[in-house]
């Protein structure tokens, strides 16, 4: 009999491995101090272990400690060198930040980072510490840093329904589960509170009012238990890699894939976390899935803001974002879904029951052969309420005018056309304001209509009155028909816009592939790379590339500022193989969006890209197309390099 639960890993999950081993050879060793709560002696573990590394000869020094006043803290930093912090000016108030750039310049062995999920100052190159942190393993430093359970970013939920507390500075558990080694530092909950109330913690003042607020027994003890279940899960997973790397046999379970449905909602975040936990808990990919329908048009700032939120919070815990178009939402989902091997979807519990299926009941249908799960959101904000889009008054007016003419028409003609064909002359005007103008304006000429045929064409003549009841019926009918149409005529015209923008975004990365294969000079390249970018989006573009050692701008529009700023942007984004600039969390304050150009192999250049309105244009799907047009850029001067 074969055993199926014991066998050896996959080459590939070998190959992979070996790849990240490669890759870790260069990037330093990330080494977190983990607690559950303030107070439990991170910072204090952390000087203490780095005073022995420095003992043992290890260049160490200080990037940036908190000591919160503890005289035992301050204590253990005597002796070790300081890289004086950043002091910037913010609405008045001094802020001290790390000098990332000083710690680059002066290249220590092993640096100590402290609250690893801190936010930075405005206008900082980034916008939170962990990306500083990341910065450093790439230069291959090792970062000794500190954090709280509760500030894992999948987490934010369950620690708010735990201690109603909302915290904001978060990190992804992607980058936590990069740790080379974390290092739990436990206390009992008692000793906790009692060195709070002693004031070894925070001031005196301030320690009742964390009390009352977050330091409860109860709360704490729940912290501390995430925290053990967290350090043992990570152990559990390095024990696993280890099995892998060493070929050993072990009950390797089948690939699972994960599929998360987003909409715009104040629950999307939330069920974005629960996905990726259970993802986690299950060593499965996770995928966010968002459909845009023709009510994505309709959506509100606020809905629009839920959406974005969500999306993001899926990109920064690692989640796959996937951003596709269509009329039905469970179809689309179920389409997906088969087409990509899911083998479970997550979906928000319906808030009501009614009449008309849910969407969590229609893709259960759709989908018999995959588990579904329903995660029941808790909103902290007031849902408003739907505000009914109000289409241009011209609109109407152009309504009543089409109705009105074909209405001359038909009353001019009315002993040669008969009540029948003058009542499908009536529903003209109403199926070409459908197509042209939309549901509302469709619906009011239909009324329009019905009152018109009543008045001109119906005994007793020039009257509202209706002599037999057929025509009261007839006129619903007439009316619910035109509904109909108009529904269908307006998710049509959605359709062809649609398939419009799809067919001309394809056509030209088709083109622009053709068109890149036959180039025969990288100025070449780089021309096809603008014109083809701005066929499909209206923005600014620069094109960067290196020269002896230093990089340039190779090819721009004429409206894309290229600056000192913009260009050392450029080159750290060439420099560190990230993207940075508007819509990122490094450099968000810059003028351009900076994206590297990559092969599998190699880095070749960097792509800017200006959008005067980023919020709108750099949606997930159009950064897909970004990203595709820069990588086609790569590879073709990668060819051409190569001839060299």
């Known amino acids: 009999m074969i055993d199926t639960e014991h066998k050896r890993p996959e080459p590939e999950s070998l190959l992979e491995i070996a790849q990240q081993e490669e890759t ?21 573990s952390m000087l203490s272990d780095s005073r022995m590394r420095k003992q043992d000869g290890i260049d160490v020094i200080v990037g940036y400690v908190e000591t919160h006043g503890r005289a035992e803290t301050e204590t253990l930093l005597k002796g070790l060198e300081t890289i004086p912090p950043i002091i910037t000016e913010y609405k008045g108030v001094r802020l001290a930040e790390m000098d990332l750039d000083g710690i680059l310049a ?24 962990y990306q500083d942190v990341e910065e450093l393993l790439n230069a291959g430093i090792d970062v000794y840093s500190t954090l709280n359970v509760q500030h894992l970013e999948s987490l934010n939920d369950i620690v708010f329904r735990i ?67 967290l350090v043992a899960g990570n152990v559990d997973e390095k024990m696993l890699q280890y099995m892998r790397v060493h070929a050993i046999a072990g009950p390797w379970s089948a690939t699972e894939r994960i599929l998360v449905g987003v909409l715009a909602s104040p629950y999307a975040e939330q069920l974005v976390r629960s996905a990726f936990r259970l993802a986690s808990e299950m060593d499965a990919e996770c995928i966010a899935i968002y459909v845009e329908t023709a009510k994505h048009t309709q959506l509100s700032d606020k809905e629009r803001e839920w959406l974005k939120n969500a999306l993001n919070i899926a ?87 089409a109705v009105i003419i074909g209405s001359l028409i038909g009353f001019l003609f009315r002993d040669i056309l008969g009540q029948i064909n003058l009542l499908f002359l009536m529903l003209l005007p109403v199926v070409l304001i459908a197509i042209f103008k939309g549901r509302g304006p469709s619906i009011f000429a239909a009324v329009l209509s019905v009152l018109i045929f009543d008045f001109l064409f119906i005994p007793p003549y020039f009257t509202f009155a209706i002599a037999d009841v057929k025509y009261f019926l007839s006129y619903l009918m007439f009316i619910v028909f035109a509904f109909i149409i108009s529904n269908l005529a307006s998710d049509l015209q959605y359709k062809v816009q649609q398939l419009q923008q799809s067919e001309s975004r394809n056509t030209t990365l088709y083109e622009l592939s053709l068109d890149l ?29 290196p020269e002896n050692g230093q990089l340039s701008v190779k090819a721009s529009t004429d409206r894309f500022q290229i600056n000192p700023k913009e260009l050392g942007i450029a080159t ?20 351009a969006y900076y994206l590297p150009m990559k092969t599998n192999d190699a880095l070749i250049g960097v792509v800017g890209f200006h ?27 990668e060819r051409i390099e190569g001839k060299k």
């Open 611 to 637: 959008f005067d309105n980023p919020g709108q244009t750099l949606t997930p799907e159009n950064k897909i197309v970004i990203d595709t047009i820069s990588r086609l850029g790569a590879l073709a001067i």
């Open 163 to 229: 201690t109603g507390v909302r915290v904001s500075e978060t990190i992804p558990d992607t980058f936590f589960q990069l740790a080379d080694e974390i290092k739990l530092v436990d206390l009992p909950f008692e000793e906790l509170l009692k060195r709070l109330k002693e004031g070894k913690v925070y001031a005196k003042d301030m320690a009742e009012n964390a009390v009352k607020r977050f330091f409860k027994p109860g709360n704490l003890l729940a912290l501390r238990e995430m925290s053990l279940r």
């Open 106 to 129: 002066r290249q220590p062995r092993l640096v100590l980072v402290d609250e690893l999920a801190h936010t930075n100052a405005p206008n900082s190159r980034h916008v939170k510490r």
């Open 517 to 545: 294969v036959t180039s025969r000079n990288i100025d070449q390249v780089l021309h096809l790379m603008i014109h083809h970018t701005r066929q499909i989006l209206p923005c600014e573009m620069a094109i960067f590339l």
């Open 24 to 44: 870790a050879k260069k990037r330093g060793k990330l080494t977190i101090y983990f607690g559950a709560a303030p107070g439990v002696g991170k910072t204090y």
């Open 315 to 401: 990109e920064k815990l690692g989640t796959r974002v996937v951003w596709i178009k269509g009329d039905d939402i469970a179809e689309e989902i179920a389409r997906y879904a088969k087409s990509h091997n899911v083998t479970k979807i997550v979906m928000g519990k319906p808030r009501r029951f009614g009449l008309f299926p849910s969407l969590a009941r229609k893709i259960m249908v759709h989908t018999r052969d995959i588990d579904v799960f329903l995660f029941a959101g808790k909103s902290e904000q007031k849902i408003p309420e739907k505000k009914i889009g109000m289409t241009s008054p011209l609109n109407f007016v152009i309504s009543a005018l």
């Open 572 to 591: 750290w984004v060439w420099n560190n193989g990230e993207p940075a600039g508007v819509g990122t969390d490094t450099l968000p304050e810059a003028w």
